[in-house]
């Protein structure tokens, strides 16, 4: 598909917040080594087997909050590398904290736009993509944002490999029937279980899957194929 120069609106709002003493050591520490920054407009292309340093296949994460639920996907999946993006530096120095602490040497650590991220990647190289829990943007005039979208869906499915998969997962439920619309929608994914997926025992319960729970909201797990 073509892509578009035009500025991208934006699925994220950054959000502040104060770093442990942990996290800032982790950033000044382990970020120099895992980590870099996504830079707006770069298109140079990203290999992840030379960012890795091995040839395997990749996992891309975007938007991990704090980190723990890509932390002990990484530890219990160590023949897979795990690229992880999120804009909230407090959760960045989370996740490097982690990696710091779990000896952890498949995750990278992106800051930054994960859709910026995703135009860097060769096509086909991705054997799975997680958006677990992304910002739903609730109010009607926002859901322009939300990450879901055909166009996003579009890149993302083109940087999975045939046969690889994109797991998304939300707690609000009108969000859930947007995403199932749109990627049912794509014409180069396949839904092999016909509806909503039962929860992974492999996908971790997230800090903002616990909160829906407590509110009473209904967790659903989205998990689509590229054919």
Avoid at 63 to 76: K, Q, R, S, W
Avoid at 103 to 121: F, I, K, P, S, Y
Avoid at 175 to 202: C, I, K, Q, S, V
Avoid at 203 to 215: D, H, L
Wanted: proline content about 8%.
């Amino acid at each position: 598909m073509s892509e578009t120069t035009e500025r991208p609106i934006r699925t994220f709002h950054p959000r502040r917040g104060r770093m442990s003493g942990r996290h800032a050591d982790a950033m000044a520490d382990v970020w120099p080594v895992y980590g870099f920054t996504v830079v707006d407009g770069d298109r140079t292309p990203l290999d992840p087997a030379e960012l890795f340093g091995r040839g395997a296949p990749v996992v891309l994460e975007i938007g991990f909050g704090m980190g723990d639920t890509t932390a002990a996907m990484a530890a219990a999946d160590p023949g897979r590398n795990y690229l992880a993006v999120e804009v909230h530096t407090p959760g960045i120095g989370s996740l490097l904290s982690l990696v710091g602490e779990l000896g952890l040497t498949n995750v990278r650590v992106a800051r930054g736009d994960a859709m910026e991220l995703v135009r860097r990647l060769p096509v086909g190289c991705l054997d799975a993509v997680h958006v677990f829990f992304p910002d739903p943007w609730p109010k009607a005039r926002h859901h322009k944002r939300r990450l879901i979208q055909p166009g996003n869906v579009a890149l993302l499915r083109e940087r999975l490999r045939t046969g690889g998969t994109l797991h998304c997962a939300t707690d609000w439920a009108h969000y859930a029937e947007a995403m199932a619309g749109t990627l049912d929608a794509d014409p180069g994914l396949t839904n092999p279980h016909g509806g909503f997926a039962p929860r992974p025992a492999h996908r971790p319960e997230t800090k903002f899957e616990r909160r829906g729970t407590a509110s009473g909201r209904a967790i659903f797990d989205l998990i689509y194929r590229r054919s």
